[in-house]
C-alpha cells in the first residue's frame, strides 16, 4: 500500500486522539436505540486524556486491534476500549473515582497486555480501538451496532469516516487485527474490500466469548492473541 495515512503535523499520535475523541459525535433518530458518547462526560475526556499523553505522547505508527464498539461497563464509562475503571488504575496507573466494576473482555484484554510485557510495552507499538468508537444501548442493553440492520446501514458512512481518522493517528498500514472473529469481522473485512484501509486483517474470538464459553482455554486464547501480536511485528520486519 502506497499511503501509509499519516498526516504531516506536529502533533503526536496522543494530541490526533484526544482531539478526535473531543469531535466525536453522530446524529441518530432511531426508535428505542440510544447512542452511548463517553466523552461527553468531562471526567472521562479528562482522564483519557492523561491515559493518551502518558502512552502515545509521541510519533510511532502502530499496529490497530478494532474492537466491536464501547460497552457498558468498559469503554462506555472509561472511553478507553476495553479498558474498565479498575484495569485503567491497576493496570495503567490512573486513578479514578468511577464504580469498580470488573468487565470480563477487560480482564481477558488486560492479561494478555500483561503476558505481553505491560501497559508501556505494548501501547508502545499497539493501539486499540473500534470498528464503531460510539456504543449503542437499546431497551438498557449493550447493542452492538450489527445487531440491527436499520442501525448498521444508518451509521455505515459514520463507521467509515471514523475507521479513516483513526487510521490518519498513524496506524501501520500493513495489517490489523479485528476482534470479533464472526460478524465484527464480516463487516470490517466488506468495507476494507471497498476501502482497502490495510492490506490483511486477523480475525480473533471476542474475549467475551472467551471468558463466558470457553473459559477453561483462557490461556490458550492468550497465546493465540500473542501469537496474533508477533505476525503484525514480523510484518514490519520482513
Same mark, same amino acid.
Given at each position: 500500500?502506497?499511503?501509509?495515512?499519516?498526516?504531516?503535523?506536529?502533533?503526536?499520535?496522543?494530541?490526533?486522539?484526544?482531539?478526535?475523541?473531543?469531535?466525536?459525535?453522530?446524529?441518530?433518530?432511531?426508535?428505542?436505540?440510544?447512542?452511548?458518547?463517553?466523552?461527553?462526560?468531562?471526567?472521562?475526556? /479528562?482522564?483519557?486524556?492523561?491515559?493518551?499523553?502518558?502512552?502515545?505522547?509521541?510519533?510511532?505508527?502502530?499496529?490497530?486491534?478494532?474492537?466491536?464498539?464501547?460497552?457498558?461497563?468498559?469503554?462506555? !464509562?472509561?472511553?478507553?476500549?476495553?479498558?474498565?475503571?479498575? &484495569?485503567?488504575?491497576?493496570?495503567?496507573? !490512573?486513578?479514578? &473515582?468511577?464504580?469498580?466494576?470488573?468487565?470480563?473482555?477487560? /480482564?481477558?484484554?488486560?492479561?494478555?497486555?500483561?503476558?505481553?510485557?505491560?501497559?508501556?510495552?505494548?501501547?508502545?507499538?499497539?493501539?486499540?480501538?473500534?470498528?464503531?468508537?460510539?456504543?449503542?444501548?437499546? &431497551?438498557?442493553?449493550?447493542?452492538?451496532?450489527?445487531?440491527? /440492520?436499520?442501525?448498521?446501514?444508518? !451509521?455505515?458512512?459514520?463507521?467509515?469516516?471514523?475507521?479513516?481518522?483513526?487510521?490518519?493517528?498513524?496506524?501501520?498500514?500493513?495489517?490489523?487485527?479485528?476482534?470479533?472473529?464472526?460478524?465484527?469481522?464480516?463487516?470490517?473485512?466488506?468495507? &476494507?474490500?471497498?476501502?482497502?484501509?490495510? =492490506?490483511?486483517? !486477523?480475525?480473533?474470538?471476542?474475549?467475551?466469548?472467551?471468558?463466558?464459553?470457553? *473459559? *477453561?482455554?483462557? =490461556?490458550?486464547?492468550? *497465546?493465540?492473541?500473542?501469537?496474533?501480536?508477533?505476525?503484525?511485528?514480523?510484518?514490519?520486519?520482513?
Amino acid at each position: 500500500m502506497s499511503s501509509n495515512h499519516r498526516n504531516s503535523t506536529t502533533e503526536t499520535f496522543a494530541d490526533k486522539a484526544n482531539r478526535l475523541n473531543k469531535n466525536l459525535d453522530i446524529n441518530l433518530t432511531i426508535d428505542h436505540i440510544e447512542i452511548m458518547n463517553p466523552f461527553k462526560n468531562l471526567e472521562t475526556l /479528562r482522564l483519557t486524556e492523561t491515559f493518551y499523553q502518558r502512552y502515545f505522547d509521541d510519533f510511532n505508527q502502530r499496529f490497530f486491534l478494532f474492537g466491536i464498539n464501547p460497552g457498558r461497563f468498559g469503554a462506555g !464509562i472509561t472511553g478507553i476500549s476495553f479498558t474498565d475503571p479498575i &484495569n485503567l488504575e491497576k493496570a495503567c496507573g !490512573i486513578k479514578n &473515582n468511577f464504580d469498580k466494576r470488573p468487565e470480563l473482555s477487560s /480482564r481477558f484484554i488486560y492479561q494478555v497486555i500483561a503476558e505481553y510485557g505491560g501497559t508501556l510495552q505494548f501501547y508502545s507499538k499497539f493501539f486499540i480501538t473500534s470498528v464503531c468508537p460510539l456504543g449503542f444501548v437499546r &431497551n438498557g442493553i449493550n447493542l452492538n451496532y450489527y445487531d440491527s /440492520r436499520e442501525l448498521s446501514k444508518t !451509521i455505515r458512512p459514520f463507521i467509515i469516516e471514523s475507521i479513516n481518522k483513526q487510521i490518519s493517528l498513524g496506524a501501520h498500514p500493513e495489517i490489523c487485527i479485528c476482534i470479533g472473529g464472526n460478524k465484527n469481522f464480516a463487516f470490517l473485512r466488506k468495507l &476494507n474490500e471497498a476501502f482497502h484501509f490495510f =492490506d490483511e486483517i !486477523i480475525p480473533l474470538e471476542h474475549p467475551r466469548y472467551i471468558m463466558q464459553y470457553r *473459559k *477453561k482455554f483462557v =490461556d490458550e486464547y492468550v *497465546k493465540k492473541y500473542l501469537d496474533a501480536l508477533k505476525i503484525c511485528e514480523q510484518e514490519t520486519n520482513a
